[in-house]
T-cell receptor
């Protein structure tokens, strides 16, 4: 089991460029999430997908779009990158249900926007 | 909104001493609380969770957490700290505002264990 994988690990963009962050999980989880981590701010939810075919906004969705491609894959797209989107991005997944299973996190993508 | 607060940015402990990383919560209804650890340049790893039941929850790597409803706290503890415990620790609560069991994280506490 690879768990949650993310590509790329590092990326440098210029302001206005676009890119897609890829995330995949092989644990047959139904829910997937995108967070961003900034110093002193913890992790903030960008978007999530409670189940295949659904996506919803989190706390900080502006400037981002997502696609739940299938049960395994959940991508995050920056259409026109801004310096404020410089951050570390984490994808997570869980088997969501009444037992409140823990989320499993990928290794992160470190994004710099110049 | 469901939220957690970690009042300490950094905790310093000598190896072998007990450690406590503090977390308080603010929720409507029953709290579903989690602790995660992040080692440098890595993703978050689950340590333990409180859903219901015993107030003392045991988790990975010898960590435990004490749920205290009257003080609305969920402090992370370990009887004897190791240098390898040095990392960033996050408290989190399930946010019922989202349908997909998303979590609200605290800002994190950096734990430094010195030899």
């Amino acid at each position: 089991n690879a768990g949650v994988t993310q590509t790329p690990k590092f990326q440098v963009l210029k302001t206005g460029q676009s890119m897609t962050l890829q995330c995949a999980q092989d644990m047959n989880h139904n829910s997937m999430y995108w967070y961003r981590q900034d110093p002193g701010m913890g992790l903030r939810l960008i978007y999530y997908s409670a189940s295949e075919g659904t996506t919803d906004k989190g706390e900080v969705p502006n400037g981002y779009n997502v696609s739940r491609l299938n049960k395994r894959e959940f991508s995050l797209r920056l259409e026109s990158a801004a310096p404020s989107q410089t951050s570390v991005y984490f994808c997570a997944s869980t088997l969501a249900g009444p037992s409140y299973n823990e989320q499993f996190f990928g290794p992160g993508t470190r994004l710099t926007v110049l | 909104a469901q939220s957690v607060a970690q009042p300490e940015d950094q905790v310093n402990v000598a190896e072998g001493n007990p450690l406590t990383v503090k977390c308080t919560y603010s929720v409507s209804g029953n709290p579903y609380l989690f602790w995660y650890v992040q080692y440098p340049n890595r993703g978050l790893q689950f340590l333990l969770k409180y859903i219901t039941g015993d107030n003392l929850v045991k988790g990975s790597y010898g960590f435990e957490a004490e749920f205290n409803k009257s003080q609305t706290s969920f402090h992370l503890k370990k009887p004897s700290a190791l240098v390898s415990d040095s990392a960033l620790y996050f408290c989190a609560v399930r946010d019922i505002g989202y349908s997909g069991y998303a979590l609200n994280f605290g800002k994190g506490t950096s734990l430094l264990v010195t030899p």
